[in-house]
């Protein structure tokens, strides 16, 4: 069993009284994007060393970068932050302890019951199953931590201006092959606040990719053309995921590279020194009213 530990959220509390106090600068919501990386704060290097994290999800710090990525989107204490579709929770695991106490964290996931019967409604099921279990066996981390279920045909992900921050990681190539990217990013404006982020890390494409492309890659023009259609404005783009050996030709796309790797024993080795894909990471600003 793993230990608990309630210190990252006393770091949290600290870490607010700090800024507060003006000892802290504050993060603004629309500032531009820094010239460099920003350094995460003591309270999100508190939650990424917790006991409670595997020994596999930490390995893939290196690729996904949480710290920079979530300094970039500005993630800071007291925010309300909704996650589309967490699946099994890698984020999660870092944002619902960072924001217990002091912010709130929202998983939102695929209504199993807007799914039509069959394969679907069962993985749909599954993956609601899983990460409810999850929130209840480690309280210490996911007490409160909501889930709120969404129909895809019509996303909903909270109260109208009740978020600041709406984060997805690698999700938007599915949306694209369903249908459904349209309607995601307007569902994302809407739960904003005015002056809320829209947080994207997505595969990127060497170019732009028909909607029917099943490589899991996605052109970063077509994402922010996408967003900029939902009334988003872009903020900054940060190279933070960027990986220059993912050649993006892999015989089975995106998931020939760790983690998937769905490829033959004998390139294990090849596809290891490639490492993760190549990703945009891309910050936009729900426009305040004049």
Avoid: C
Avoid at 107 to 124: K, S, T
């Amino acid at each position: 069993m793993r230990r608990t530990s309630a210190f990252p959220i006393r770091a949290s509390l600290l870490v607010l009284a700090l800024a507060t106090a003006g000892a802290i600068p504050a993060l603004a919501q629309d500032a531009p994007a820094p010239a460099s990386q920003p350094a995460a704060d003591a309270a999100l290097q508190a939650v990424l060393a917790g006991d409670w994290r595997s020994a596999d999800n930490r390995a893939r710090d290196a690729y996904r970068h949480p710290a920079e990525t979530l300094a970039f989107f500005g993630l800071a204490p007291g925010q309300t932050v909704v996650e589309i579709t967490p699946g099994g929770g890698w984020y999660a695991e870092i944002l619902a302890p960072y924001l217990r106490g002091n912010g709130q964290y929202v998983a939102a996931i695929v209504d199993p019951a807007a799914v039509a019967e069959g394969r679907g409604r069962d993985y749909q099921q599954r993956g609601k199953d899983a990460l409810e279990k999850r929130f209840a066996d480690a309280p210490a981390q996911y007490d409160a931590a909501k889930i709120v279920a969404y129909d895809p045909a019509a996303p909903k992900f909270g109260d109208a201006g009740s978020a600041d921050l709406v984060l997805t990681f690698r999700n938007v190539h599915n949306w694209r092959g369903a249908g459904q990217a349209e309607g995601m990013f307007k569902g994302f404006f809407e739960v904003l606040k005015p002056g809320g982020v829209l947080g994207v890390v997505e595969h990127r494409a060497a170019q732009d990719v028909p909607a029917d492309d099943r490589s899991g890659y996605v052109g970063q023009a077509q994402v922010i053309a996408m967003a900029e259609a939902a009334g988003f404005v872009l903020d900054g783009k940060s190279e933070v995921n960027a990986n220059p050996k993912d050649t993006k030709d892999h015989p089975n796309g995106v998931w020939t590279l760790p983690p998937g790797n769905n490829h033959d024993a004998a390139d294990a080795a090849k596809y290891r020194a490639i490492g993760e894909s190549d990703r945009m990471t891309l910050r936009f600003v729900k426009p305040a009213r004049d």
